[in-house]
């Protein structure tokens, strides 16, 4: 028996210290999972293909409400927040006196149905009283709790909903309760007494593995505080319910970032052959081919995603913009490290040609535009590839005038003057990318984002190599290393190239070779099989005749050791 | 003596006067007379909503506005003349609602250049074939999911085609969506209205010849993740082709529109 009190008079102990969570700065995030609408969708819902299969039966007296049900929880499973609602409220239509329908309304409209590490990623991005952001999950919110609370009203009428369905409900409202002074704990505690009753609830279990799962801290990996229950919840559930889509999917974000990973990659096959037509669906098996380096693997997962967003796109032109962006930049990242720099050029001016919109334009920093990660497609590639040359051209890597994207600008420029001997322009290039994070840090009133502070430890570094000051070239790039590996987790990596590789040839150039190996190891750990480091490592094999060239993908690196 | 008489006076006449706060929306305005048609709201405590004009006390007052522009203003009535004074534009965008590119932005008195689109009935129109009627123009589209922007300038077009019935009067919805807002979809939307196509088309085309129509008319708008951004403008061309005026947002009163036609109806 499920008792709706039993959730709202739930302990508010946390199950986590939230000191734990260590919540990152805005800067940190990505553009992983497509924005929910600000409004609630106008159009109706159709029912589309490749959505992936769910039955999940409520109480109504809809066939056809029950369809679009159903076809809803799908599109939540691969957080396609959009579509999920536009199909419950198709179905709350069909079926007005029906609860779940607005259940399902009140789990996706706010756009929150997503891990649990990212909402605490995330959850700085709207400090209280803050206006509403662009995204519209403000908007999305108020939706949400009116909803849960409609679900509640209409679960109340004798006969519309079963004692699970009251708890489902219940569990929403206590999410959805602005009152409540912890609305996650209250929401997995009604999760747990579902699944408690009934062990074989694939779709309360699979609820509650998203929201337990809260990442893995970096670089040592270190689960943190329920991320294993999720875990071992998920390889229960897909032994249940092999061909269920959340559970791959919840696979994928729950392995994402641990020393397992490469446990994740049967649903990395499956997921995308059971959604076949939802953009995330396609692309998020990358995440763990790219960390597992199965590049192939990783670049068909974002290639494949790409085709079909752009499907979406070119038949609608309201069709956002930002995820696509996001999985753009993770396949130019996958060519990078796979050499293939020529095809990840190709696709970094595909994104530059999507202009932003003036809203766009305006923003001060805003990363996550599709044509400012084409932006930084082209700095990651001409800075892996070393391409020197080009980004002192002035032309391949055009001048965006924000501070960010300068500092960035500045630090590519002063790596290629370094390497190129040109000690006091570099520290000009460096002093003047000092100066762009200062504009950054008054305009965003915040910290420089980690990634830049590695940037410019990196730079401090590679002018001390051309000072031919070795030992404090290699003391300085190991501390950026350091650094870089610190950073949160975030998919692709926010920094464009791995520290770890340009230490190790500096050692290795030097004949400092345990220093070299060391840093290899490490690269090879950080990103398994980069043929990179791969190399390298080969080199200082005792069997090895002689080091030899290093080559990135056709492109001469740097010279013989 | 006399100066300090008529000073006396003056401030006897002013202190009777009685101000009204007052909005409404310029219907015309004669610079050098001083004076400006308003269609106005309620003046609480004074004369219901009506077509009247006022003679402004400050000129320069005037020089900002132009017909269609929706303005506050306070009435000052003494006992043998009326002024109006503190005469503000204000606009009904929302405060979020883009900026017009003024460069692009036609002039009261231009010509509306000619256009070519599509109609809810699949037939081509052309702007140049009213120019014996008056045109109200607005621009929406079908999936605007805010009750208050396209449904209301739609809601208000269907109001302004049963005033004007059978009069010289053209209405004109450009979609600002038309990729989406095919001749079918159209249809679907002009019957929820109840749009006669006869005098009330609502078009689609090529997407930047509408961006390029809706710039004359200070429209800006632009995709934003599953919505259009964009402001509300509707225009007025008087018989001939010459745009008469421009009405900023969508929140204004429908019967001020009406009375703008009407005016140029009446030329």
């Known amino acids: 028996m499920y008792r709706i009190a039993l959730i709202l008079t739930f302990s508010t102990a946390l199950t986590t210290n939230a000191a734990d969570i260590n919540p990152a700065k805005p800067k940190d995030k990505d553009m992983c999972v497509a924005p929910p609408g600000a409004n609630a969708p106008a159009l109706p819902a159709k029912i589309m293909t490749g959505q992936g299969v769910v039955h999940f039966p409520i109480t109504t007296s809809s066939s056809e409400a029950q369809q679009f049900f159903d076809q809803g929880v799908a599109q939540m499973h691969s957080f396609w927040a959009v579509e999920a609602e536009r199909s419950f409220l198709q179905a709350a239509q069909l079926d007005p006196a029906a609860p779940m329908p607005h259940w399902g309304i009140a789990m996706v409209a706010a756009g929150d149905y997503r891990p649990r590490f990212q909402l605490d990623r995330d959850a700085p991005l709207k400090p209280a009283g803050k206006k509403p952001d662009r995204y519209g999950a403000e908007g999305g919110t108020a939706r949400a709790v009116a909803a849960a609370k409609k679900a509640v009203a209409l679960s109340q009428v004798p006969g519309k909903a079963t004692d699970v369905e009251k708890t489902y409900i219940a569990a929403i409202a206590a999410r959805r309760d602005p009152g409540s002074a912890d609305r996650d704990e209250g929401y997995i505690q009604g999760l747990r007494a579902i699944v408690n009753a009934d062990a074989g609830d694939i779709e309360a279990a699979s609820y509650l593995a998203l929201h337990l799962m809260r990442g893995f801290t970096t670089p040592d990996r270190a689960p943190r505080p329920g991320s294993m229950e999720a875990v071992e919840l998920l390889r229960k559930l897909v032994a249940k319910a092999p061909d269920h889509p959340g559970v791959h999917h919840y696979i994928i974000h729950g392995f994402e970032g641990s020393t397992f990973a490469r446990d994740a990659w049967p649903s990395c096959r499956r997921y995308p052959e059971l959604v076949t037509n939802i953009p995330h669906a396609l692309h998020m098996p990358g995440h763990i081919w790219a960390q597992t380096g199965k590049w192939d693997e990783a670049a068909h997962s974002f290639e494949t995603a790409e085709d079909n967003e752009l499907s979406y796109m070119r038949a609608d032109a309201l069709y956002g913009r930002y995820h696509h962006g996001h999985n753009v930049q993770f396949l130019i990242t996958t060519y990078c490290f796979r050499g293939d720099f020529d095809k990840a050029m190709e696709q970094s001016r595909g994104l530059l040609a999507l202009a932003e919109n003036p809203n766009e334009a305006k923003a001060i920093d805003n990363p996550y535009t599709a044509y400012r990660q084409g932006w930084f497609g082209v700095l990651r590639t001409l800075v892996f590839s070393e391409q020197w040359d080009k980004i002192l051209d002035g032309a391949t890597l055009p001048v965006y005038d924000k501070p960010r994207e300068q500092a960035w600008r500045h630090w590519a420029t002063g790596l290629a003057l370094a390497h190129k001997g040109a000690r006091n322009p570099a520290k000009a290039e460096l002093r003047a990318m000092v100066k762009s994070l200062d504009a950054l840090t008054v305009a965003t009133k915040d910290d420089v984002p980690p990634a830049l502070e590695v940037a410019r430890k990196e730079l401090e570094g590679q002018i001390l190599v051309a000072r031919h000051k070795t030992k404090q070239a290699i003391a300085t790039l190991e501390s950026a290393a350091k650094m870089e590996r610190a950073l949160r987790y975030t998919e692709p990596p926010s920094y464009p190239r791995p520290v770890l590789e340009v230490l190790a040839e500096l050692a290795l150039k030097n004949g400092k070779l345990s220093v070299a190996e060391a840093a290899y190891r490490g690269a090879l750990d950080q990103y398994p099989d980069h043929k990179v480091a791969a190399e390298g490592l080969a080199l200082l094999s005792p069997r090895h005749p002689a080091p030899r060239r290093l080559s990135r993908g056709g492109h001469e690196r740097r010279p013989s050791v | ?267």
């Open chain 2, 1 to 267: 003596m006399r100066l300090l008489l008529a000073i006396v006076a003056a401030l006897a006449t002013t202190r009777c006067a009685h101000h009204y706060n007052a909005d409404g929306m310029v219907m015309s305005i004669d610079a050098p007379r001083r004076t400006i048609v308003i269609s106005h709201r309620d003046i609480a405590g004074y004369m219901p909503a009506m077509v009247m004009p006022f003679r402004v006390r400050h000129p320069s007052e005037l020089s900002s506005l132009k017909p269609g522009s929706r303005v506050r203003f306070q009435l000052a009535v003494k006992k043998r003349s009326a002024t109006i004074s503190h005469v503000a534009a204000s606009s009904s965008s929302n405060s979020n609602s883009p900026a017009p590119l003024l460069a692009t932005k036609l002039s009261i008195g231009q010509s509306v250049p000619d256009f070519q689109l599509t109609d809810q009935q699949n037939l081509p129109v052309r702007f140049s074939s009213f120019r014996s009627k008056v045109v109200a123009i607005n621009f929406i589209y079908t999936r605007c999911p805010l009750p208050d922007v396209c449904p209301r300038l739609c809601a208000n077009f269907a109001r302004l085609q049963k005033r004007f019935a059978g009069r010289d009067l053209v209405l004109l919805s450009i979609s600002i969506d038309p990729q989406y807002d095919t001749p079918e979809v159209l249809a679907h939307y002009g019957k929820i209205w109840r749009a006669d196509p006869a005098d009330w088309h609502l078009l689609t085309g090529d997407s930047r010849a509408i961006q390029e129509i809706a710039a004359h008319f200070g429209m800006v708008y632009w995709p934003e993740e599953g919505a259009m951004t964009h402001n509300s403008q509707t225009a007025i061309v008087a018989r001939g082709g010459r745009l008469a005026a421009l009405v900023d947002g969508s929140a204004y009163a429908v019967s001020q529109l009406g009375d703008l036609i009407e005016e140029q109806l009446a030329r």
